[in-house]
C-alpha cells in the first residue's frame, strides 16, 4: 500500500494505483477528457493527451497528469491549487478553439463530454482564435465522421483496434494535423470497419456519430397508404428508460409496446418472438451437424452463431476461409423482416410493397445488415429501417410522449409473443444459454433439471464451458469483443484443441446491452452490469422459458415453415456468407 | 474491402523485405526503411502490400509514415532539392531562396514537379554553415545562395 495527501486528505491506495483512481477513493472527482475506462471489462484507453486531468505533485516541476501518473508514498498532490485550475482551464480553451461550436444542431447535443466539461468549468468565452480544422465529412451505413469535431481522445482507435482489432481507426498525420482516420483518408465504408459502431459508443464528442433514420420512419409514419410494422430487440427494453431519466436496469417492455402503438405503428411486434425463431434454426443446425459428426460423417464444426451483423462482417472480411462454420441462420432483426414481408403480409392480405418494416435494435450494425442486397426481393427489404435505442428515445420525445408515464401494454400477436429464452439474446452468453436449453432437450428427449446456465453468464471477455447432454459432452465457448473472436477463429482454424462444438460471438462489450446504439454509458461498466441483471431478472419472471415451447412459434411451424431447418425455412430464415476479404490484383 | 493492386515484381521485393525483418509487425517501422530505399517512396499499394505481409492493419501502416517526416508518399524528382533551414541559414535568408524555388517550381514543400525533374524538401543543418544559405541538388552543394541565383542553378539541370 501507499500513503499520499491528495487535497490535504490522507488517502491510501494499492501500489501502481493512479493519482486519478486514488483520488476518485477519496470521494475527488478530477475531470478527464481522453481516459477511457470500462471497470472489469479489459478496456482502458489512457494516451495522457488531453492533460485535461492534469495536478500539482509537490517537489516537481511540471503539473502531472492524473490518469497517467502512479501515486508515491509521501506524494502531496493538489488537484485544485489556482496554478491546476487556470492550467486546466487553458487546456479545454485550447481545445474549444478548434471545434465547431455548433452544439445546437450537434447530434451529441446533451450527451457529449466536451460540452459537459465546458459547463462544469464555467467557460463563457474562448480567448484563443486560430486555426480551424476542415475535414472532409464522411458516412457508412451506419456511422457518420465529422472530424473537424476530433479532440484526439484516441478512445476510437483503442476500440477499433486492441478491443475489435478490426484496425479500420488510426492517429495520422502528426502536430494540429494529427487526426484519427482510415487508411490513405478513404471513407471509411472502403475500409475494414465493420459497422459495429463501438467508435461511436466510445467518441467523447460529436466526431462520430449515428446515421439518424429518424426521420425516414417518421416518413412511412405518416404514410396512409403503408402498414408499418415494428419489431424491438431484446436488449432495447432494459436500457430505453436511462434516455427519461430512469434507473438503469429500469425493465420497461411493456411501456416500450406502449409508446410504440402512440407512435403509430399498426403492429407492435418482437424481435424476442424471432429470437426464439432463431433458436429453433440455429439449434436445430447445431445438433445437425453432431449428428453427423457422430456418425462419422463430415460437419463442421464448431458452429458460430451469426446473430451479430457486426462479427458477420468481421469473418466475412477477415476469415473468407471460415465461411462454412457459421450458422446459416439469419439474425433475428432479418428473420423477422421474412417472416413479416412473406407470412405476414400475406396473412393480412396486403402487398409487401405496402409493408414498412422498422426494427428497434440496440446496435449500429443492424443499420448497415438490413441493407444488404440478399435481404430484399427485388429491392424491396425484409427490415426497412432499422432505429437505434436513442433514437427511438428521441423520437419518442419528438412525439411529445413521456416513457415513465407510459401504460404496461403487451405486444400484439402473433409476432409479439416470446419466452425468457429470446429475453436474454441482449447479453452477452444468452444465445448460447437459449440454445442450449433447446438442443439438450431435443436432443436428449429430457426435461433440463436446471434452465440457468451459469456458467456462460457474466462479463468476462471468453467463457468456456462443457454441458452433459446426456453423456454426451458438448464443449461451449462465449465471447465478445472482436479481438477474443479473432483469437478464437484463429484457435480453431489451428485444429481446434479444444474441441468445441458451438461458439457464440457479439462483437460488442457485454452483448447487445452495450451495444453503439444503446443509450450512452460514458465509460460506467456498472450501468452495462445492471442491464445485464435486468436482462436474466425479466428470463426468470417469464412464464415460459424455452424456445421451442413458444406457443406461436410451435404455430408457424405447423402452420407455414413445416419444420426448422426445412425447404421453407432455409429459403426465408437461412443465409449464405460472402467472401469480402482483401485480395491481391497482380498488375 | 479493395484490393491491392501491384506489380509481380514490386509484389516479390515487398515480401522479401518483410521476411528478412521475419514477417513481424513490430518490424514496421524497420520494414518501411528499406522499403522507401527501394522505391524511393511508399505508394499506397507498397503500404498495403507491406500491412498484408506483415498481418497488421494498413491503417496503422498509413499512420506511421503519414507520422514521420522522413517517409513520403510522393516520388522523389530526378534532381531532389534540399533546402536547408538550419538557424544559420534561415537568419540569412534560406527562407527567401525557398519562397523563390517555389515560385519558379510551382510546387510546395514536399512535392515533385509535374515533369518528375525536380522535387522539393527542406532540411535542418548540412554541417556547411560558413556558406548558408546552403541549397542541395542531388549531392551538390550551393552556397551563400540568394534568390536572383535560383534560375541560373536549375538552369544547370537542362538536360
Known amino acids: 500500500m501507499v500513503k499520499l495527501i491528495i487535497d490535504n486528505r490522507p488517502v491510501e491506495v494499492a501500489e501502481g494505483t493512479t493519482i486519478l483512481k486514488a483520488a476518485r477513493q477519496a470521494g475527488i472527482h478530477i475531470p478527464t477528457l481522453c481516459y477511457f475506462e470500462l471497470a472489469g471489462m479489459n478496456f482502458e484507453n489512457k494516451p495522457g493527451g488531453c492533460r485535461v486531468c492534469v495536478v500539482e505533485v509537490e517537489g516537481r516541476r511540471n503539473l502531472a497528469p492524473a490518469c497517467a501518473t502512479d501515486c508515491m508514498e509521501g506524494m502531496v498532490v493538489h488537484t485544485n491549487s489556482a496554478r491546476v485550475l487556470n492550467a486546466r482551464r487553458t487546456v479545454v480553451e485550447l481545445i474549444l478553439s478548434d471545434h465547431p461550436n455548433d452544439c445546437l444542431q450537434c447530434e451529441k447535443n446533451g450527451d457529449c463530454e466536451l460540452q459537459a466539461l465546458a459547463k462544469r468549468l464555467g467557460i463563457k468565452e474562448i480567448p484563443f482564435k486560430g486555426t480551424q480544422s476542415t475535414y472532409k465529412k464522411d458516412c457508412t451505413l451506419s456511422v457518420e465522421r465529422d472530424m473537424d469535431k476530433c479532440v484526439m481522445c484516441r478512445r476510437c482507435e483503442t476500440m477499433c483496434n486492441k478491443i475489435q482489432s478490426v484496425g479500420a481507426l488510426s492517429a495520422i498525420n502528426r502536430g494540429f494535423n494529427a487526426v484519427v482516420s482510415p487508411a490513405f483518408e478513404e471513407h471509411l465504408g472502403d475500409s475494414s470497419c465493420v459497422n459495429c459502431g463501438q467508435c461511436v459508443q466510445v467518441c467523447p464528442v460529436g466526431a462520430l456519430t449515428l446515421v439518424d433514420n429518424i426521420s425516414d420512419v417518421a416518413k412511412a409514419l405518416a404514410d396512409p397508404t403503408k402498414t408499418v410494422v415494428v419489431q424491438t430487440a431484446p436488449a432495447v427494453r432494459v436500457a430505453l428508460g436511462e434516455e427519461f431519466g430512469m434507473e438503469p436496469g429500469t425493465i420497461v417492455t411493456g411501456k416500450l409496446a406502449a409508446a410504440l402503438r402512440r407512435l403509430g405503428f399498426n403492429y407492435v411486434f418482437d424481435t424476442d418472438w424471432s429470437a426464439d425463431l432463431t433458436i429453433m434454426e440455429e439449434g436445430t443446425e447445431l445438433l445437425g451437424r453432431v449428428k453427423k459428426v457422430l456418425n462419422g460423417e463430415k460437419a463442421t464444426l464448431p458452429l458460430f452463431t451469426s446473430c451479430c451483423p457486426g462479427w458477420v462482417s468481421f469473418f466475412e472480411k477477415n476469415f473468407p476461409d471460415m465461411l462454412d462454420y457459421p450458422s446459416t441462420a439469419k439474425s433475428p432483426q432479418q428473420m423477422f423482416g421474412a417472416v413479416a414481408k412473406n407470412f405476414f403480409a400475406k396473412k393480412i392480405g396486403i402487398d409487401r410493397k405496402d409493408m414498412v418494416v422498422v426494427s428497434i435494435m440496440p446496435c449500429l450494425a443492424k443499420k448497415s445488415e438490413c441493407a444488404r442486397e440478399e435481404f430484399a426481393v427485388n429491392g424491396n427489404r425484409d427490415v426497412d429501417f432499422s432505429l437505434t435505442t436513442r433514437e427511438l428515445a428521441h423520437m419518442i420525445k419528438q412525439f411529445n410522449l413521456d416513457l415513465n408515464e407510459m401504460p404496461e401494454e403487451d405486444f400484439d400477436s402473433p409476432l409479439g409473443s416470446s419466452t425468457g429464452a429470446a429475453v436474454i439474446f441482449g447479453a452477452t452468453g444468452g444465445v448460447m444459454e437459449a440454445a442450449l436449453r433447446t438442443a439438450y432437450e431435443i436432443q436428449t428427449g429430457k426435461t433440463l433439471p436446471r434452465l440457468d446456465f451459469t456458467e456462460v453468464r457474466g462479463l468476462d471477455g471468453v467463457k468456456t464451458a462443457t454441458v452433459d447432454f446426456n453423456g454426451l459432452g458438448v464443449n461451449v465457448a462465449v465471447c465478445y469483443g472482436l479481438a477474443n473472436a479473432r483469437a478464437m477463429m484463429e484457435e480453431v482454424r489451428n485444429g481446434n484443441p479444444r474441441g468445441f462444438h458451438f461458439v457464440e460471438v457479439m462483437a460488442c462489450p457485454g452483448g447487445c446491452i452495450g451495444g453503439a446504439g444503446q443509450p450512452y454509458h460514458h465509460g460506467n461498466s456498472d450501468i452495462i452490469r445492471k442491464r445485464m441483471e435486468a436482462t436474466y431478472r425479466e428470463d426468470a419472471g417469464k412464464p415460459i422459458r424455452k424456445s421451442h415451447e413458444n406457443p406461436d412459434i410451435v404455430a408457424i411451424y405447423k402452420e407455414y415453415y413445416g419444420e426448422p431447418c426445412g425447404h421453407l425455412s432455409h429459403e426465408q430464415l437461412h443465409t449464405h456468407y460472402y467472401d469480402r476479404s482483401t485480395k491481391v490484383e497482380v498488375k | ?159
Open chain 2, 1 to 159: 474491402m479493395a484490393n491491392i493492386k501491384i506489380s509481380e515484381k514490386n509484389l516479390k521485393t515487398v515480401k522479401e523485405i518483410c521476411k528478412s525483418f521475419g514477417n513481424k509487425g513490430g518490424e514496421v517501422i524497420n520494414v518501411l526503411h528499406k522499403v522507401q530505399g527501394e522505391f524511393g517512396y511508399l505508394p499506397k499499394e507498397i503500404q498495403e502490400a507491406v500491412a498484408m505481409e506483415l498481418n497488421i492493419p494498413v491503417s496503422r501502416v498509413y499512420g506511421i509514415v503519414s507520422f514521420y517526416s522522413f517517409f513520403t508518399m510522393q516520388p522523389k524528382g530526378k534532381y531532389p532539392i534540399s533546402v536547408c533551414l538550419g538557424t544559420a541559414c534561415y537568419v540569412r535568408g534560406a527562407e527567401k531562396v525557398l519562397d523563390e524555388l517555389k515560385r519558379q517550381l510551382k510546387v510546395q514543400v514536399g512535392d515533385t514537379t509535374s515533369d518528375g525533374k525536380f522535387s522539393l524538401n527542406v532540411l535542418r543543418c548540412v554541417g556547411a554553415c560558413g556558406l548558408a544559405p546552403v541549397v542541395m541538388i542531388g549531392d551538390k552543394v550551393y552556397g551563400r545562395m540568394t534568390p536572383d541565383k535560383v534560375k541560373d542553378i536549375l538552369g544547370e539541370y537542362n538536360d
